[in-house]
């Protein structure tokens, strides 16, 4: 059987895709800060294609430890990097630990995941899914740095494709626009709740899955995904 090695897997998007991951027959190992959540067993993956794994992604040793015992046990053809993590305000209002979460989650983690499993990528002609997103493509504001790590992303991704395709590896970037997703927890605002102006988690694991579906020689190298409304919900304030 076909193994995947997928982030942020607990929720969202993660979670749709890894969905999507067992149903097309791939065993997948899934990382998470926590899969002890309702969301989470209300999606009732089957337990003979998922593997939860808990791992604080900033923990490269221990990262790279879990990446090490999964390949030496099976042939991983594709690698999701999907957790990210975000924080929106002005620039100046934010805080070094804030920018660094971003930078790391965002960005760092793709790139050590990338390095550890692109020869065996090269060996299985395998894929690399990067999940973007639309602010990788503009600008940002409000959003600087969160913004500046997605394009560092998309950056990373093209040209990762350029020095790995003539091996047969196909590197994806997904770039979503608001999904309904905790992405938005630091924020004021959130996805709209109109269905004409968000996206569904389960609308980009399908953009997944179509990537992966293309014949042996096709390479749908970005996917934009964008509601046919451009809105957005402030938050309710507390008291």
Known sequence: MKAAILTGASSGIGLAVANRLCTLGYEVFGFGRNFDTKEFEQANLPKEFFHPIVCDLLDTKKLIESVKRITAQKDVYVLVNNAGTAYYGLHEELNPQKIQQMVRVNLEVPMILAQQLLRILKKHAGYMINIASVTANGTNPHGCAYGATKAGLSSFSHS???????????????????????????????????????????????????????????VVSDITLKPQLHRIQRKKREF
């Open 160 to 218: 990762l494709f350029e020095e790995a395709r003539k091996y047969g590896v196909k590197v994806v970037t997904v770039f979503p626009d608001m999904t309904r997703t905790n992405l938005y927890r630091n924020a004021d605002f959130q996805e709209s709740e109109e269905i004409m102006a968000r996206l569904l988690p389960s609308e980009v694991a399908q953009a997944v899955e179509f990537a992966l579906n293309q014949r042996e020689g096709l």
